[in-house]
């Protein structure tokens, strides 16, 4: 077991880690900062993003991408929800930038992509059916596997080639990256860890992560 350098803030109201492949769920109320942390390095974390007022209105990745003007999510870029709503904005990031094309894995994927003997492996989407089925949050939310869209890949690697192919390359990420949003709306925050194994975005390794809560200093 690796020596993690959890990091601490006297202003944090939630200070969690995650373990690698896990599914987890919180709560931000609008104004907050909500931080991930990637302990290891290049690991890939699937997140979803919800109003808690109302979860038909969730992260959209193609608003996000028509709004900036940019396909990569990086600090100052606002995340838009399906209404066009501002619903999070990266205010700090030490990574370098995110992807939001690549989408979650899933054992069809995996079967598609890799061999059909890859369907039973676990999986992101698998992680999301099961905390939308069994996590007191979504419960409180009435929130169900139909409020799955596409995420985005925090700290995963997906470069876009100048002939408009998706890569999912080895990371850019780091033991001790983070990045961190502030919640434009009070907000229900859905995570898979990734637990892929068939490509690089968590360099064969899932590892854990943490995750922060804390009001603005
Ligand atoms: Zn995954």
Redesign the pocket.
Known sequence: MSNLALQQFENSTLSEVCLAGDAWMCEVKKGQLFRIVDLEGNQ?V?TLFFSANNPEERYSATDTIAQNQRIYLEKGTTLYSNFAQPIATIVDDNCGRHDTLGG??SCESNTVRYSHDKYPMH??RNNYMYALATHPIAKKHALSVKHIGPNINFFMNVPVTSDGHLKFDDGISAPGKYVEVRAEQDLIVLI?N???LNNPCNAYNPTRIQLIVRDQA
Do not use: G, N
């Open positions: 890939a699937d979650a894995c999986s992101c898979s990734c637990p892929q």
